[in-house]
């Protein structure tokens, strides 16, 4: 399903002539002028932005739990910004766009649940420059989400969300020879027709997706294009190279990962800068569910951050 093995999937980059040939072609394609200039003086940014990222990730692999989510957002934070640099030769250039994007409550309540913690969209910041720019997604301001609404989209979470609620948050997506088959359970998911879910599906994807004969169980489809970046509301489960399709209907099935690895991750890195006592208490003390669904979280975001942006990246190469 993909070419990605770890850092060293990274290394065609890590060499200026190859950043900037990389770069001018991205800038070529977006007929940005000057691109040949430009990605001669952004080359060397563009390499630091990954480096830093992977210095980030590497550190938080021997850190203690306590400092991981810090570690892991600036490491995440870096590997967007070099995806940012392929699109906007120009970043920053407005110190606007280096704010976060997002807020959460700075002090939480008493019986504060991880879950049901919010954050918000803000105008201006990096989260809502990378929806726009890297994922052509306007008016995010204003709106919020749950930590419980986006460990939901995090396919890898899946079991998790059996054993501790009995309920699966995705359906897998079995891969035939000729294609795809997605179960028709997901009707019943979605209260709607087969004729109404291909029409909803139809709307909210970007793929060309063929429909196959049909039987009484499953849809059978094919794709044009293996772009991992571009399957949604389908998701791939990294940790078992499957495909699989939300059990919800959710205005996040079409937010792309990396804007769901971000959000969760800035407000894990805020509670362990800030809310001390009760971060502290959670990894000593491991008092309900909160527990191994961070812990699961950090684990499957610090392979599939740069996961995400390798597919990002090598999708323009």
Not at 73 to 86: E, P, Q, R
Request: charged fraction near 20%.
């Amino acid at each position: 399903m993909h070419d990605f093995k770890s850092w060293d999937s990274f290394l065609y980059f890590f060499s200026a002539s190859s950043s900037q040939s990389f770069l001018k072609k991205c800038y070529q394609q977006l007929n940005i002028d000057s691109a040949e200039q430009k990605s001669y003086e952004n080359s060397y940014p563009f390499i630091y932005y990954l480096e830093h990222g992977q210095i980030y990730y590497k550190q938080a692999e021997i850190a203690p739990l306590m400092i991981q989510p810090i570690l892991l957002f600036y490491g995440l934070v870096h590997l967007i910004k070099a995806c940012i640099l392929t699109i906007d030769p120009n970043y920053p250039e407005t110190t606007s766009v280096l704010a976060h994007g997002v807020s959460t409550r700075k002090r939480k309540k008493q019986q504060y649940h991880f879950f049901q913690d919010e954050v918000k969209f803000q105008k201006s910041g990096l989260f809502p420059y990378m929806g726009e720019r890297m994922f052509h997604m306007k008016h995010l301001e204003g709106e919020k989400t749950t930590m419980k609404e986006l460990l939901s989209q995090i396919p890898e979470l899946n079991q998790l969300f059996v054993q501790t609620e009995g309920k699966s948050t995705f359906l897998p997506i079995k891969q035939q020879e000729n294609g795809y088959s997605l179960s028709k359970e997901i009707l019943d998911c979605y209260h709607m027709t087969e004729p109404r879910f291909i029409e909803y599906w139809i709307g909210e994807t970007s793929l060309s997706i063929e429909l196959q004969e049909q039987d009484d169980q499953y849809i059978h489809f094919s794709i044009t294009k293996q772009d991992h970046t571009n399957l949604l509301p389908i998701k791939f489960n990294l940790e078992n190279n499957q495909l699989c399709f939300p059990r919800r209907k959710d205005i996040l099935n079409t937010f792309p990962e990396l804007l769901i690895h971000y959000l969760l991750l800035y407000n894990l890195s805020m509670i362990a800068r800030y809310e001390t006592e009760w971060w502290s208490e959670l990894i000593k003390m491991m008092p309900n569910q909160d527990y191994p669904f961070i812990q699961s979280f950090l684990n499957i975001t610090s392979t599939k951050g740069p996961f995400l942006t390798y597919q990002f990246l090598t999708n323009k190469k």
